[in-house]
């Protein structure tokens, strides 16, 4: 099949080529329009506990959270005259801005003690926009106020914080370090690209694969932000990953045709072959990624499902442009690819080299580079055994941000959560006793600062008539509500472990709900660890089908696995050990320590690596596999596999790891994380597992290394893949 598309391209090569470059300027044009729609939420999983106390709160209180909260900072007591003149004016300003709702302070609200600082000269304004407002117009909105009310004069000191603001600042700031760190990568691959391809024409052909998988992920992005909601965070993949599969996929497939022209001197032929072997490996290659990242659309919290969007859709297109347009240049080039040569010696591998003097050492002392290369491993890997997760806040963005300031000085100067409580919804049913009874409970629990009561049974009062007119309400809800203001931040495990406590009281009445910031983010949490065995599960089962399919083994696939999860083992240490614990910030560059490391990410982190190590060990296996199927042993195999692949697999890691590597000069803490993990993942696994693990453990196994049980012998007969 693969080979007859070959000479399919090769006649069709001009219209092909013509009919690409078009699509990759309407997928272009109109996916842009995406950027416009991405969002910088998406950590709750609204079929929870929490998402149902959200649409209750919503539906029955008429209630939201404030878009923007101002720490007016007045230079005598907020009670004064002259503060509460300042603050009075201040808001007054904010309620005539288009598009604000309502405003409520410190000043308006009868001086309540949670909207007053700890040292009595600050007090907050909670600013609300108008529901009506769109998403753009809501961050618009969100950056003026902060733009003209976050400044010092003589009357007070003004911090602007708040969702909104944040939302705002994170969006900007991404977009900001995605170009710098473009800015940065393209030009450096572009360079490192001339080194290993060695003339100048070769190397722009990496780009061809590139263009297709953004532009086409970015035309499917847009899609789906017509009808759900996506990250802005997808961004950082779509680029990365793209620019990544282009190097990884161009280099295999232009090695390969170098080694057809050589045998050759049939441009056909050689392009024919080519697709018949390293791009039947790129297709395979690309669909074990492609189930791998599908796997992230099993999480219910679509920052996790944005990023199966954002992957599947590249591997579809890198592995289109591979298979199409990157053969159609290749016919169109012929000999020309060797044009404008910048290095010395031959372009053609070779079956001699580094590669293969360091397979032969290996498999000389296998159980000494084994027992060697896991100990070193396992040194990465054990700072992840203290691991502590958690989820962003504002301090994922860097310290000297307004946003952060503004929210830095919420948490030192404020006592309790105030703009982000817990959320207590009971029935009608309950009585005012049970609900006197739960309000003395929870208040008792570590984490607790005040609980506030709305009786729906108790209209006279006053806690339901403030509550009603507050919120604007006509009719009496159908449920009572307690709001509980919490010491610990919601995104943090001391606060997951509050609304765990909440939940597990023996009193709470039959129906009660928990939601909240601090619920949102336990159930989250919850949604992830729970899924986690299913993912797993998907995970070893595709790429144990998929790999036995390609070489008819079982130990190879097993091995595949087992090699992947030591690997991302140390990945994780590592990442513990840099982000939790706060180590070498003058690589990474500056960030806000907290303590913990972000759960979501680390997923993503360890989904990514993993469908990245299964694409170089199907580089490695096909050649490896190639060379037994032409009748070699399994030591001269390796040895052949690795050295005709070896090159490849480190040159791409090592052009990927640079791009991800780049994403390190971000201001934002999570995509510093995903640069460094994903750069360190695919450099481990290209060199210490494929380069030493690989050789020394199939050395071992030797001829066990091609068995399987007869049934899925004939299995394989059938339906295998081969040449």
């Known amino acids: 099949m693969f080979e007859r598309l070959g000479h399919f391209i090769v006649r069709h090569r001009k219209g092909l080529l013509a009919s690409y470059i078009i699509s990759v300027i309407v997928a272009g044009a109109i996916g842009s329009g995406m950027f416009s729609a991405l969002k910088s939420q998406g950590y709750d999983n609204p079929g929870s506990d929490s998402g149902k106390v959200q649409t209750i709160l919503t539906s029955e209180f008429n ?82 106020i902060q733009s003209t009310y976050d400044n010092t004069s003589s ?126 490996t790129v297709f395979f290659s690309g669909l074990t990624v492609a189930l791998v990242l599908a796997s992230l659309n099993v999480f219910p919290l679509y920052f996790l499902k944005s990023f199966g969007y954002a992957g599947v859709s590249v591997v579809i297109f890198a592995v289109i442009s591979s298979l199409i347009a990157l053969p159609a240049v290749l016919a169109l080039l012929g000999t020309n690819i060797n044009k404008m040569k910048l290095r010395r010696g031959d372009l053609t591998p070779s079956d001699d080299g580094a590669w293969a003097s360091l397979a032969s050492r290996v498999m000389k002392r296998p159980l000494s580079v084994i027992v060697g290369t896991l100990v070193l491993l396992g040194v990465f890997a054990a700072p992840a055994l203290n691991a502590q997760f958690s989820q962003v806040d504002d301090r994922v963005l860097p310290a000297s941000n307004k946003v952060a300031i503004a929210s830095q000085v919420s948490r030192d100067r404020f006592e309790g959560q105030v703009t982000s409580p817990l959320e207590i919804v009971v029935p009608q049913s309950a009585t005012t006793q049970q609900l006197t009874a739960l309000a003395t409970s929870v208040s008792t629990l570590d984490g607790v600062d005040n609980v506030s009561v709305f009786d729906v049974n108790d209209p006279q009062s006053m806690t339901y008539q403030q509550t009603m007119a507050m919120n604007g309400l006509t009719v009496a809800p159908h449920f009572s509500r307690l709001t509980v203001v919490t010491v610990p931040a919601p995104r943090t495990p001391e606060s997951q472990t509050l609304v765990s406590d909440i939940r597990a009281l023996s009193n709470i009445p039959d129906g009660t709900l928990v939601g909240g910031a601090g619920a949102v983010y336990t159930d989250s949490q919850l949604a992830i660890s729970d899924r986690l065995g299913i993912i797993a599960a998907w995970l070893a089962v595709t790429t144990f089908i998929l790999l036995f399919l390609f070489t008819g083994s079982i130990l190879l696939p097993l091995k595949a696995i087992v090699l992947n999860i030591v690997s991302l083992s140390a990945t994780v240490g590592l990442l513990t050990w840099v982000f939790q614990y706060g180590h070498i910030q003058w690589l990474t560059g500056k960030f806000t320590v907290t303590g913990t490391i972000d759960t979501s990410m680390m ?65 934002v803490t999570n995509i510093k994380m995903l640069g460094l993990g994903v750069a360190f993942a695919i450099l481990i696994d290209a060199t210490v597992v494929r380069g030493l693990l690989v050789p020394a453990l199939m050395r071992v196994a030797g001829d ?20």
Not at 99 to 105: D, M
Not at 243 to 270: H, K, M, Q, W
Not at 638 to 649: E, N, T
């Open 704 to 723: 066990w290394n091609w068995w399987a049980p007869g049934p899925l012998r004939r299995l394989h007969n059938r339906f295998g893949i081969s040449d």
């Open 155 to 280: 009357e007070a000191t003004t911090y602007v914080g708040g969702l909104q603001v944040l939302y705002n600042s994170l969006n900007t700031q991404i977009t900001k370090d995605l170009a710098k760190a473009e800015s940065i990568a393209i030009p450096l691959n572009i360079l490192m690209l001339l080194i290993i391809f060695g003339t100048a024409v070769a190397a722009g052909l990496p780009m061809i694969v590139a263009l297709g998988s953004v532009t086409g992920s970015f035309l499917v992005i847009y899609i789906i932000t017509q009808f759900t909601d996506v990250s802005i965070f997808a961004l950082n993949l779509i680029t990365g990953l793209g620019l990544g599969l282009g190097i990884d996929y161009a280099l295999l497939i232009v090695n390969r045709f170098r080694e057809e022209l050589a045998a050759t001197n049939d441009v056909e032929a050689s392009v024919a072959k080519t697709v018949a072997t390293a791009g039947r």
């Open 63 to 144: 209630a939201k959270d404030p878009d923007v909260t101002l720490i007016i900072d007045t230079p005598g007591n907020v009670d004064s005259a002259s503060s509460r003149a300042t603050a009075q004016a201040i808001e007054a300003r904010l309620k005539n801005e288009a598009g604000v709702e309502t405003v409520t302070s410190y000043w308006s609200a009868g001086n309540p003690a949670s909207l007053r600082s700890t040292d009595g000269k600050a007090g907050m304004a909670l600013v609300y926009f108008d529901k009506k407002l769109s998403n753009p117009d809501a961050m618009a909105l969100a950056e003026h």
């Open 603 to 667: 997923v993503l982190i360890a989904i990514v690596a993993f469908g990245l190590s299964m694409d170089y060990e199907l580089f490695l296996l096909s050649r490896i596999k190639e060379e037994h199927d032409h009748g070699a042993d399994t030591e001269t195999s390796v040895r052949l596999g690795l050295q005709r692949s070896g090159r490849i697999i480190t040159a791409a890691a090592v052009l990927i790891a640079l791009v991800f590597f780049c994403f390190l000069t971000s201001g």
